[in-house]
Structure formats: C-alpha cells, structure tokens
C-alpha cells in the first residue's frame, strides 16, 4: 500500500505560479513512475504530466507543455508540479498518482495509487 499525499494548491492571480508537491510513502518510490491529472467540475479526469522513476524522462499535456514543469526528488520520496502562467482554464483538483508496475502512461487507469487532491483556482 503506497500512500500518497498532495499540498500546495490555492487561489491565484492569472499569470501567476503555484508548485504543487506530493509525498508518497514507501521505500521503492525511487522506481515508480509519478503522474499528474486534474478534474475541473462536470468534466473527466484528464492527464497533466508524468516523469519516470529516475526523472530522465518526462511528458506532458499540450494544454500545460511550456508553462508547467514535473520534476521528483527521490531522497525525499517527493515530486513537484511547477506551474507557471496560470489561466483560468488550469482551475481544477489536483491529483498525483503512482504507478508501481513501471509503465509511462497518461491515462488514468493506468495508475495505482492516488492521493486525495488540492484544489487550485485561477482567477481572472
């Protein structure tokens, strides 16, 4: 059982930035693959980013490539989700996900692990 846990979100500006973190336990974090997805009200979860277990490989969503950056520190079982220039159309939950069977996927079903989200809201 991997437990995981994201912080960081909040209310910004348009044009601003927020880093979202997530901790997750367990001693093989290092070789799981981290995703980010969100969910705005009345629509699906959709893929934000994911990073391999040694952060050699990245990809992201078009809608968020060259404004947010995912990036993990495995010292300390943690990955972040920079975001910059912030629109309104970012607002959503927030939610890392694990997936322990070492797959690169952007789907969400694909993940095993999920944390409880942060909400972040983008005001115009």
């Known amino acids: 059982q991997v437990q995981v846990a994201e912080s960081g979100g909040g209310l910004v500006q348009a044009g601003g930035s927020l880093r979202l973190s997530c901790a997750a336990s367990?001693?093989?974090?290092?070789?799981?693959?981290m995703g980010w997805f969100r969910q705005a009200p009345g629509k699906e979860r959709e893929f934000v980013a994911v990073?391999?277990?040694?952060?050699?490989?990245?990809y992201y969503a078009d809608s968020v490539k060259g404004r947010f950056t995912i990036s993990r520190d495995n010292a300390k079982n943690t990955v972040y989700l920079q975001m910059n220039s912030l629109k309104p159309e970012d607002t959503a939950v927030y939610y890392c996900?694990?997936?322990?069977?070492?797959?690169?996927?952007?789907?969400?079903?694909?993940?095993?692990?999920w944390g409880q989200g942060t909400q972040v809201t983008v005001s115009s």
């Open positions: 996900a694990v997936d322990v069977q070492h797959g690169f996927a952007t789907t969400p079903s694909s993940y095993d692990y």
């Open positions: 990073i391999s277990w040694s952060g050699s490989t990245l």
């Open positions: 367990g001693r093989s974090f290092s070789r799981y693959t």
